[in-house]
């Protein structure tokens, strides 16, 4: 890591010590039920980003082999998650096969090879193919669609978009995969104050629900606060970036956005499965439903940097 690589670090990890701080503060036997309520979301959150810093690191300072292992670790584990909360049948055992040990490892594979042809095809389109082939050779045609469906969204969502965010160590930056980092540390800070500004509003300002027919808990109040609070971050850290602060500003926009969305399909999911069943399947908060904002804005976030910010050919990394 680089001097700024290491002063970006430490300002997140100074971010997360303040959290820590704010939510022991919060929890504190005297304080209302809706403080410690709060106390108790934030403790969570950090000390999850505290772990997910600790992996960051490990993975930048292990070079690009350590990144592609992580995340394709998280890949593989959000996959899984994702197939247990929309269960499939035993004649799409041979489907999802082809899913977790030639899809997933071809991902990264190209990835890590900065194969950008293949990384970038793929899944939309050759394992789109694949899987409901692999599926009628299988000779069940109960619910066929859906079923395919299930498998190839998972496939987008936890591999495909996962696999942007590791990518951005790949782009043909000035500062190198040192910038690559700053970038991929800029997206997830971005994503995490946005995501967990909404959380912790939703316990204080009930508001106007974004999409009450969804049963959403999002607030058009707390949409704007936690749209402003991102895009502020966003421009206030724009130094450890290649954008200028309106740059900066505008894509964490975008970025707040796209979190928003991934926010909204989730609720969306665990409608259509059943809230009460993902409840039964984790005892805690599944994953994916922390990582599902991130999922959505990785993509956005990679391909306008490397359209707009790279010095390298559009034909690759």
């Known amino acids: 890591m680089d001097k700024l690589t290491i002063l970006f670090f430490g300002s997140v990890l100074g971010l997360l010590a303040l959290g820590t701080l704010c939510a022991a503060f919060l929890r504190r036997k005297q304080a209302g039920a809706t403080a410690q309520a709060v106390g108790a979301t934030l403790k969570a959150r950090v000390m999850a980003w505290w772990a997910m810093c600790g992996v960051m690191a490990v993975a930048m300072l292990s070079g690009g082999i350590g990144s592609v292992i992580v995340f394709g670790l998280s890949s593989f584990l959000l996959l899984r998650e994702f197939i247990t909360i929309t269960p499939t049948r035993k004649a799409d055992h041979g489907a999802l096969f082809w899913a977790f040990f030639v899809v997933l490892p071809l991902q990264y594979y190209s990835l890590y090879t900065g194969w950008y042809g293949l990384f970038i095809i793929l899944i939309p389109v050759y394992a789109f193919l694949i899987i409901p082939i692999r599926m ?81 808990r999002e607030s058009w109040e707390a949409v704007v606060l936690a749209i402003g609070l991102s895009v502020g971050t966003g421009a206030a850290f724009a130094w450890a970036t290649p954008f200028s602060a309106a740059q900066a500003a505008g894509m964490a926009l975008g970025v707040s956005i796209m979190a928003l969305a991934g926010r909204l399909c989730w609720t969306a999911i665990q409608n259509d499965r059943g809230r009460q069943g993902v409840v039964v399947v984790h005892t805690r908060p599944p994953m994916i439903e922390r990582l599902i904002p991130l999922c959505f804005a990785a993509p956005l976030f990679l391909h306008l940097t490397r359209y707009f910010f790279t010095t390298g050919s559009l034909a690759g990394f």
């Open 136 to 216: 009628v050779a299988a000779g069940d045609a109960s619910r066929f669609l859906e079923r395919t469906a299930k498998i190839q969204w998972g496939l987008m969502l936890c591999i495909y978009c996962v696999s942007h965010a590791p990518a951005l160590l790949k782009l043909s930056l000035p500062g190198g995969v040192s910038e690559g980092f700053r970038l991929l540390l800029f997206l997830c800070l971005v994503v995490q104050i946005h995501d967990l500004t909404h959380t912790l509003l939703e316990k204080v300002i009930p508001g106007h629900k974004v999409a009450a027919t969804l049963g959403a």
